[in-house]
């Protein structure tokens, strides 16, 4: 098994000389739907790009495995980023990974506790701030002005370089692109970075066609939908509860050149989608990467799929980030006595 950089480098800006931090991320399961299509109510073939199998759990290790590699090889001794989510956790891991030190500013009491575990594990000086994310990474900004400190966060150059080499596994796995392909939008690289890895095989004649890209954002923090900055953004989906999305420019610019779309889903719907994919499909993925295929049901009632078209939605990050959710809308059942009736009673078989 190879990390992204030695099994994509002819597509990423490295050298010879660029020292390869990997933990082996990328190669991504691309699950089928096994129910989806029957929710959706029209016959097409939707699969999952779960990228919660990477080594800290998110997509964030794909552009992680850049911007540290490239940092090094600039002769970097630390790394810093804002985070209320998975970026922190990546980061963290692989600055250890590189020996170097790692700061993170938090939003106080907005991370969720499988991310905080990550990095602080992983040595991270994590610095909570009284102030949201936005507030955070305008700090992180300032901080590397006057510090000989690189920003990893999604702004970084190479975290969207290491991040597009999710659309080259679809690609490789489907033997062409998808028709949609359906994304959680945060702070809004990722869907840039889908797009840009797209465009780069169809030019290189390994993908015929280019999927137009449906990306969704959470009620409580849709800057992009809303045109104005959110201020106190708010929604369970904690990987995406973010108020003026670094790339939404970026991001804007993907919806119209593929001719897709950017809209929101209420805190309901990403709770049924992240539900019926832990119960039906067997995939626990945390909130935020429901959002996609809350999107993606959404658009099917409005009659916006058709028949024969491929559809993939980017899972971003693992349920065990975010294990307070799971057990909120999963209640564990009061004890039972400790004999053969009771049990069976409580199985209710």
């Given at each position: 098994?190879?990390?992204?950089?030695?099994?994509?480098?002819?597509?990423?800006?490295?050298?010879?000389?660029?020292?390869?931090?990997?933990?082996?991320?990328?190669?991504?399961?691309?699950?089928?739907?096994?129910?989806?299509?029957?929710?959706?109510?029209?016959?097409?073939?939707?699969?999952?790009?779960?990228?919660?199998?990477?080594?800290?759990?998110?997509?964030?290790?794909?552009?992680?495995?850049?911007?540290?590699?490239?940092?090094?090889?600039?002769?970097?001794?630390?790394?810093?980023?804002?985070?209320?989510?998975?970026?922190?956790?990546?980061?963290?891991?692989?600055?250890?990974?590189?020996?170097?030190?790692?700061?993170?500013?938090?939003?106080?009491?907005?991370?969720?506790?499988?991310?905080?575990?990550?990095?602080?594990?992983?040595?991270?000086?994590?610095?909570?701030?009284?102030?949201?994310?936005?507030?955070?990474?305008?700090?992180?900004?300032?901080?590397?002005?006057?510090?000989?400190?690189?920003?990893?966060?999604?702004?970084?150059?190479?975290?969207?370089?290491?991040?597009?080499?999710?659309?080259?596994?679809?690609?490789?796995?489907?033997?062409?692109?998808?028709?949609?392909?359906?994304?959680?939008?945060?702070?809004?690289?990722?869907?840039?970075?889908?797009?840009?890895?797209?465009?780069?095989?169809?030019?290189?004649?390994?993908?015929?066609?280019?999927?137009?890209?449906?990306?969704?954002?959470?009620?409580?923090?849709?800057?992009?939908?809303?045109?104005?900055?959110?201020?106190?953004?708010?929604?369970?989906?904690?990987?995406?509860?973010?108020?003026?999305?670094?790339?939404?420019?970026?991001?804007?610019?993907?919806?119209?050149?593929?001719?897709?779309?950017?809209?929101?889903?209420?805190?309901?719907?990403?709770?049924?989608a992240y539900q019926l994919l832990a119960n039906r499909e067997g995939v626990f993925s945390e909130p935020a990467s429901a959002a996609a295929v809350a999107g993606l049901i959404k658009y099917a009632r409005k009659g916006l799929l058709k028949a024969g078209q491929t559809v993939v939605c980017t899972l971003t990050g693992h349920g065990l980030k975010d294990p307070d959710t799971a057990t909120k809308v999963k209640n564990l059942p009061p004890p039972v006595k400790p004999d053969k009736d009771a049990v069976?009673?409580?199985?209710?078989?």
């Amino acid at each position: 098994m190879k990390g992204i950089i030695e099994r994509y480098r002819a597509y990423l800006p490295v050298t010879d000389k660029t020292p390869v931090v990997t933990l082996l991320e990328g190669d991504t399961p691309l699950i089928p739907s096994r129910c989806l299509p029957e929710v959706l109510g029209v016959k097409v073939k939707v699969y999952f790009k779960f990228e919660g199998l990477n080594p800290t759990g998110s997509f964030k290790d794909r552009g992680m495995t850049m911007a540290v590699s490239k940092g090094v090889e600039l002769g970097s001794k630390a790394v810093v980023c804002a985070s209320t989510w998975n970026t922190s956790a990546s980061a963290a891991a692989y600055a250890a990974r590189a020996g170097i030190a790692c700061v993170v500013l938090i939003p106080q009491g907005q991370i969720a506790l499988g991310k905080l575990a990550q990095a602080l594990i992983h040595g991270a000086r994590v610095i909570p701030i009284l102030g949201n994310f936005d507030r955070a990474l305008a700090l992180v900004k300032e901080i590397s002005k006057v510090r000989p400190i690189l920003i990893v966060n999604s702004i970084n150059p190479y975290r969207i370089e290491g991040q597009k080499t999710a659309a080259f596994e679809v690609v490789d796995v489907l033997g062409d692109a998808p028709d949609i392909h359906c994304i959680p939008v945060g702070n809004a690289a990722n869907i840039t970075a889908y797009w840009k890895g797209y465009k780069e095989y169809k030019k290189e004649g390994k993908a015929t066609r280019l999927p137009k890209m449906w990306g969704f954002q959470a009620s409580g923090a849709a800057p992009l939908v809303r045109g104005k900055i959110i201020e106190d953004p708010q929604t369970i989906a904690t990987a995406i509860r973010i108020g003026n999305p670094a790339s939404g420019p970026a991001a804007l610019a993907t919806r119209e050149e593929s001719g897709g779309a950017i809209d929101e889903v209420s805190d309901d719907e990403i709770l049924e989608a992240y539900q019926l994919l832990a119960n039906r499909e067997g995939v626990f993925s945390e909130p935020a990467s429901a959002a996609a295929v809350a999107g993606l049901i959404k658009y099917a009632r409005k009659g916006l799929l058709k028949a024969g078209q491929t559809v993939v939605c980017t899972l971003t990050g693992h349920g065990l980030k975010d294990p307070d959710t799971a057990t909120k809308v999963k209640n564990l059942p009061p004890p039972v006595k400790p004999d053969k009736d009771a049990v069976l009673k409580a199985i209710g078989l």
